[in-house]
Each structure stands twice: as C-alpha cells, then as structure tokens.
C-alpha cells in the first residue's frame, strides 16, 4: 500500500521542529572550516541532518533547507544559489532530505538508532563523494579520499550527538 504525506497530519509542533531544524542547519553550514586539499569544508550540516532524521517530518526541514539556499539566499557554506547545488558539494547538499528520511523509516521499523543514522550517514557519502568525483572528473576513490574519508571521525561524532538527543527526547 502506498502512503501520502498529508502536511495537514502535522501536530503543531511538527510545524515549529520544521523550520527550526531548517534554520539549525543553516547556521551548521555558517560554522565551517575550509580544509586545503578539498572543495568540501568540514560543517556541522551534518549533524543537524541526522538530527532531523529523529524527528516525524525532519526530511521537509532539509528540502526547506535546499529550497531556500538554492533560491539565492547565502545559507549554504559558501553562499547560495542553484548553482551551488550544481558544485562540488551538491551531492552532500541535495542527500540531506533523502538521509534524513531514511534515517527516520529506519527509526520507525525499530532498528537501533545509532544504527539508523550511520544508514542516514552512508547516504550523505555515498551521495556525496559520487557527485564530488562526477564534477570534479576523478575516480571516485580519489574522491572518496577527499570528500569521505577526512570527514569520518567528525561525523561519527556529530552522529553519536545527534543519536543521544533523539534517544533523550524519545
């Protein structure tokens, strides 16, 4: 059976976690640290993401997050724009609505948490370094070189955060 996602099923809350989350992560990609090696900056996006995959309708704060970053408004880590989402980092960029929702179906099924947003997490790199390697003509383990793996140990612990809130506010 196909399900819709009827916005009118939100409870008020929902409504305020939605742009809260959206906002967080924008302020995530203000926080960054260029790294010399890599078009990729290290950003707290990524734990705002998982952070969103705790919660019922996280995936829209993302796809908020894409909307108003790509409409020209300067909330991605070095501006704003569509063609942002057409760079190097638009593959990390355009797999935040997709890892959190998988985050969170995860979540819903009962797998561990931990364990659903390592899923989210694989999805932002797989995504990510793919999109890294097509723009930039490498192979993709050079582009696993430069867009995964320096990233790893942040993102484990932005995603042990992330996980112990969510297991706090459930």
Do not use: C
């Not at 203000?30 to 900056?41: D, E, G, N």
């Not at 829209?60 to 724009?81: E, I, K, R, V």
Request: net charge positive; no cysteine.
């Amino acid at each position: 059976m196909i399900r819709t996602i009827a916005i009118g099923r939100l409870r008020p809350i929902e409504l305020l976690f939605i742009p809260l989350l959206s906002l967080l992560t924008v302020v995530g990609a203000q926080l960054r640290i260029p790294l010399p090696f890599t078009p990729v900056p290290i950003t707290l996006q990524v734990f705002f993401v998982l952070l969103a995959g705790g919660f019922r309708f996280g995936y829209l704060s993302q796809l908020l997050y894409l909307a108003l970053g790509s409409s020209g408004l300067p909330f991605f880590a070095f501006g704003g724009g569509l063609g942002y989402l057409l760079g190097p980092t638009g593959g990390y960029l355009l797999s935040f609505p997709t890892s959190a929702f998988i985050s969170r179906r995860f979540i819903n099924q009962d797998i561990p948490i931990y364990l659903a947003l390592s899923i989210g997490l694989i999805v932002i790199h797989l995504f990510g370094t793919a999109w890294l390697a097509f723009t930039l003509s490498l192979p993709y383990l050079k582009a696993l070189l430069l867009g995964s793996l320096p990233f790893l140990p942040y993102d484990l612990i932005k995603l042990l955060a992330a996980g112990a809130i969510i297991r706090r506010l459930r």
